[in-house]
């Protein structure tokens, strides 16, 4: 089945900084990646997603790149704020909704003012 | 996108008991899913629901242990039964609308 690694586990950033955080998978045949906040308490909001036929999506301070031959795609915040402090996941899904969703190991941001 | 509602939030159970937890999604949807966040891990799938049949379950996941039902497009139930304190967990269900994959709250699990 599929496994989804993501790195780094913990990620300190001043504000205002950029942060980047990177996940690879490993089955060639996933097309949707999406990527997720959680905060303490809360359930995981998505906050972008991309589908295997763009290699880019941006909205506002947000980005994520997909590179199908690597395996791997990444998540760009922009002039971070306070509250982009939170846990990140990313995940890797085979088909286009309607199937379960493989989770990162989650990354911890913390945006220090 | 769709909004989803669990109960409980929360809940502290003894060891040994069963807990059902619901979930109730605003719009029809064909399949619901059932994920476990264990204390500071990553979400696993537990099972995926579709009305009409019997769920699906995960590797390491069994029916016994955790039951769903799935009466109708807007609902579905989880139960852990005969729960340890392993069990304590997060537990969140998720639905497909809008073709985007949508959370629930969660509920938070504690046994004791």
């Known amino acids: 089945g599929e496994n989804v690694e993501q790195h780094p586990s913990t990620l300190s950033v001043q504000e205002g900084d950029s942060a980047v955080i990177k996940c690879t998978y490993s089955?060639?045949?996933?097309?949707?990646f999406p990527w997720y906040k959680q905060e303490l308490g809360k359930g995981p909001q998505l906050i972008i997603d991309i589908r295997s036929n763009v290699g880019e999506k941006k909205d506002q301070r947000i980005a994520v790149t997909l590179n199908k031959t690597a395996k791997h795609f990444s998540l760009h915040i922009t002039e971070t704020q306070p509250e982009d402090s939170a846990v990140y996941f990313c995940?890797?899904?085979?088909?286009?909704?309607?199937?379960?969703?493989?989770f990162g190991t989650g990354t911890r941001l913390t945006i220090i003012p | 996108s769709a909004v989803i509602s669990q109960k409980p939030s929360r809940d502290i159970c003894q060891r040994g008991t069963s807990l059902t937890i619901q979930c109730q999604v605003d719009?029809?949807?064909?399949?619901m899913f059932w994920y476990r966040q264990q204390p500071g891990q990553s979400l696993t799938l537990i099972a995926t629901a579709n009305q009409g049949s019997e769920a699906t379950y995960e590797s390491g996941f069994v029916i016994d242990k955790f039951p769903i039902s799935r009466p109708n497009l807007t609902f579905s139930t989880l139960t852990v039964s005969n729960m340890s304190p392993e069990d304590s967990s997060i537990y969140l269900c998720s639905v497909e609308a809008g073709q985007v994959p949508t959370f629930g709250s969660g509920t938070r699990l504690t046994v004791v």
């Open positions: 089955d060639s045949a996933s097309n949707y």
């Open positions: 719009s029809q949807v064909t399949m």
């Open positions: 995940a890797a899904s085979t088909y286009f909704g309607n199937e379960k969703l493989t």
